[in-house]
């Protein structure tokens, strides 16, 4: 028997006469479809060929002419098409040319182009190149009595006879070059899937999270892969980051377990032409062997293929017929089935076609989850305002990871900063001045969005302005911290947009009084914040909590949330409220008001507290923090101590008014003042 090596070399397809490249191309189609109906086509070719007429089980046409020339011309095969869909058979659901030649992608598209305005709804081309890729996948015994000289019969049933007793009884699978019997190439090819699916499992499965399961989600977790097992094709459709890969992952990972399907993976983003090879590449890290003898064990081993295509609207524009074309002919020859991923609906047609599935963005307990995994850290903790900017579960993942560093975060701000940092290409500093400038004119216009030229002009000036590198705006327009659209740009999240509005406002303004005057603007009191954190100085980080009167951003710096000095800084400013009240109680009596009867005695109406301090808005807004800080150990020891003395004074103040009255002095337990309040009992 000869080696492998001897018919593994390039064919030579212009070694052989038309008439056996045709022969050939009819048995190669005999051997990867069961057909309807299978004939050679009369002589409508022009240079007196044959052409090959298929009709499939599902009842579409197939017209498939064979062009054994050393180049391939548009105006032979407008002319030859136009004899085709002038004769009897009428207008075929797909034209297919075989050809020997190169063909470029150019002329491809003209070809397409004109065959689908002639009525046709599809069109494929195989070059030499391809053709022979495809014979080597599929019929690899067939090529070998081809290029050993076997004369192949020319009667349709006598050459479909030929083309299925030219199968290999071992499905073609060898070992060290010897082709192994039927039963040997069942354990072989055996072995080989089960190692496959072993490395699937190890790369991919060890450093997959885990499905979180939600009862009341079929769109998510175990009832999701539940339903991409079974058999129809299907494709998750959702905008970036609606755990469409995530799942895809699962996915594999559960076939994987499966005695019936073999996953095979299919990454579109990446695919630069030649199908056969980029499923080698993107099969490689799981499969060291032949991923030809894979294929051939999943036959004899009766698994079906499952083609897993991740990304296929982000395929290269003009390599996604091509890729289409690779994913069809791979289904009808191995019997496989397709489930996908994309950002759009991808209109698949004929054995593509596809059930879709929309995915929807996390909801917030999915978010906290993600984040949670990544970062480290229990899911019961709380991260909630750390989650908030980020919408999809790919920003998640990165901000957790970010987290995750040798500290904890010790703010907002400074989980942005290493998150920004993580996804900015090189020339990071630049780059961030250039975002900080955009989002200081985009706040000064009030607009959260810039058009796409204008933003590409200022960003090619600027970087011009710092000397680098133009590329280097390829790489910022395809960064996570843009939102690009064809005609504009914003932030991916607003509060990301709030992140470089505060960075360029502490610029813009470097003496801290200056910049608490921006802070109180309208525009601008979401930004405090985002711009607290930055600031160690005791005086300036108090001049910066007089800007703001919101008493949910004070309570978030009291809880450590804005880093750790401001916090400090608030606690003591409660405190030393309190131990302010505490010592203004001397200073307060209580006083008896009356009315006098008829009968000449004086009626006992109230009790008003007198000398109260008169405290300031900033001073209630403290109370405000203090009343929702009680947990804080200090602040509740001050606020306890203080609300025991104050109710001792004040009985004690309205005992000795009453006294003074001469009414009858009250149950001191009857009387329960508030220290914060308006001092009427």
């Not at 007429?53 to 498939?64: L, M």
């Not at 019997?181 to 885990?210: C, F, H, R, W």
């Not at 509060?495 to 802070?519: C, G, T």
């Not at 009968?599 to 109406?605: A, E």
């Amino acid at each position: 028997m000869p080696k492998p090596a001897s018919y593994v070399q390039p064919i030579h397809f212009e070694d052989f006469d038309g008439s056996q490249f045709e022969r050939l191309v009819f048995a190669y189609h005999v051997r990867i479809q069961d057909w309807k109906s299978l004939e050679w086509y009369g002589q409508a070719g022009s240079d007196l060929g044959r052409d090959i007429w298929c009709v499939s089980r599902d009842e579409e046409a197939v017209c498939i002419q064979c062009v054994n020339r050393e180049r391939l011309t548009f105006a032979k095969i407008r002319d030859d098409l136009s004899k085709v869909l002038s004769a009897a058979n009428g207008i075929p659901y797909r034209f297919r040319i075989v050809t020997r030649s190169d063909v470029p992608a150019s002329m491809r598209d003209k070809i397409k182009a004109h065959v689908r305005s002639k009525g046709v709804a599809e069109c494929d081309i195989w070059s030499g190149k391809e053709f022979e890729e495809f014979l080597r996948h599929r019929a690899e015994s067939l090529l070998k009595r081809f290029i050993s000289g076997r004369v192949f019969p020319d009667a349709e049933s006598e050459l479909a006879t030929f083309a299925q007793s030219a199968q290999s009884p071992s499905g073609g699978i060898f070992r060290q070059g010897i082709e192994l019997t039927p039963d040997e190439a069942i354990i072989e090819g055996s072995s080989m899937i089960a190692s496959y699916k072993a490395n699937i499992q190890g790369v991919i499965g060890a450093k997959l999270p885990p499905l979180e399961i939600d009862p009341d989600s079929s769109d998510r977790g175990q009832e999701l892969i539940a339903t991409l097992l079974q058999p129809p094709n299907r494709f998750l459709i959702g905008p970036s980051g609606t755990t469409k890969t995530f799942h895809l992952h699962h996915l594999a990972v559960a076939m994987t377990k499966s005695d019936t399907e073999l996953p095979i993976f299919v990454d579109a983003k990446s695919y630069v032409g030649s199908f056969y090879s980029h499923l080698r590449r993107c099969a490689a890290p799981f499969f060291a062997g032949d991923f030809d003898q894979l294929l051939k064990a999943s036959a004899i081993c009766q698994i079906r293929p499952v083609l897993l295509v991740d990304a296929l609207n982000e395929c290269p524009f003009k390599y996604l017929d091509e890729l289409l074309t690779g994913l069809q002919e791979f289904s009808l020859q191995y019997g496989a089935r397709l489930i996908g991923t994309s950002q759009v609906d991808p209109k698949l047609v004929g054995h593509l076609r596809s059930d879709l599935i929309t995915m929807s963005l996390p909801r917030e307990h999915e978010k906290h989850w993600i984040y949670s995994y990544h970062a480290g850290i229990p899911t019961n903790s709380d991260i909630k305002y750390l989650c908030a900017p980020f919408t999809n579960a790919y920003d998640l993942a990165i901000a957790g990871t970010c987290h995750s560093g040798q500290s904890s975060p010790s703010s907002r701000v400074d989980l942005y900063d290493r998150y920004v940092r993580r996804s900015l290409p090189n020339d990071a500093s630049v780059i961030s001045a250039f975002l900080r400038n955009i989002a200081g004119e985009m706040s000064r216009s009030f607009s959260l969005v810039m058009r796409r030229s204008e933003f590409e002009r200022k960003a090619e000036h600027f970087l011009t302005e710092q000397q680098v590198r133009l590329s280097t705006l390829d790489d910022l327009m395809q960064c996570r911290l843009l939102d690009v659209s064809e005609g504009f740009v914003s932030f991916e999240h607003e509060l990301l947009f709030d992140y470089f509005r505060a960075e360029h406002l502490i610029r813009q303004f470097p003496r801290v009084s200056d910049l608490s005057k921006e802070l109180q603007r309208p525009r601008n009191q979401n930004l405090f914040e985002v711009v607290l954190p930055r600031f160690f100085d005791a005086g300036d980080i108090e001049d910066l909590l007089l800007t703001t009167s919101s008493i949910d951003s004070l309570c978030r710096v009291i809880e450590g949330k804005c880093g750790s000095y401001p916090k400090l800084i608030l606690e003591r400013q409660c405190e030393d409220l309190l131990q302010a009240a505490l010592q203004d109680l001397p200073r307060i009596n209580a006083k008896c008001e009356s009315v006098r009867l008829e009968d000449g005695r004086n009626r006992f109406v109230r009790a008003v507290v007198e000398n109260n301090r008169s405290w300031s808005l900033r001073d209630r807004h403290l109370c405000a923090v203090i009343a929702r800080s009680l947990d804080l150990p200090e602040v509740k020891r001050q606020f306890l101590l203080l609300l025991d003395a104050t109710e001792r004074h004040l009985k004690e103040a309205v005992h000795l008014a009453a006294r003074a009255s001469n009414f009858r002095v009250p149950d001191r337990g009857s009387v329960n003042p508030s220290p914060l309040g308006d001092g009427r009992y």
